[in-house]
């Protein structure tokens, strides 16, 4: 059985940082995607980051670029995002993703089938 577990979420200051971690069971982050989406309320879920295992390619939002870093420990099967200079505008849930159906990183949720719960970023000014 597949689970992700997301940790490392909690509440920041504005400018503060947080590092989230992935972690898998019943799974190898391996030759897939894997992504960091986050979620406001009322609003979509939105990928941040991923991370293409395989060749070891990475995608940023625009929102997030020159901030936050995702990267790979393969030694510890986790995944990392690395969330600097945080904003009020970064306060979500953030989830886990992982999919190993496709050649490189899909953009939409739906097209990701392993999920962690996830975890509470909340930055106050």
């Known amino acids: 059985q597949v689970q992700l577990v997301e940790s490392g979420g909690g509440s920041v200051q504005v400018g503060g940082s947080l590092r989230l971690s992935c972690a898998a069971s019943?799974?190898?982050?391996?030759?897939?995607?894997v992504a960091w989406f986050r979620q406001a309320p009322g609003k979509e879920r939105d990928r941040v980051a991923s991370?293409?295992?395989?060749?070891?390619?990475?995608y940023y939002a625009d929102s997030v670029k020159g901030r936050f870093t995702i990267s790979l420990d393969n030694t510890k099967n986790t995944v990392y995002l690395q969330m600097n200079s945080l904003k009020p505008e970064d306060t979500a849930m953030y989830y886990c993703?992982?999919?190993?159906?496709?050649?490189?990183?899909?953009?939409?949720?739906?097209?990701?089938?392993?999920w962690g719960q996830g975890t509470q970023v909340t930055v106050s000014s």
């Open positions: 993703a992982a999919d190993d159906r496709w050649e490189g990183c899909p953009s939409a949720h739906v097209n990701f089938r392993y």
């Open positions: 991370i293409y295992t395989g060749r070891d390619t990475t």
């Open positions: 019943g799974y190898t982050f391996s030759d897939d995607c």
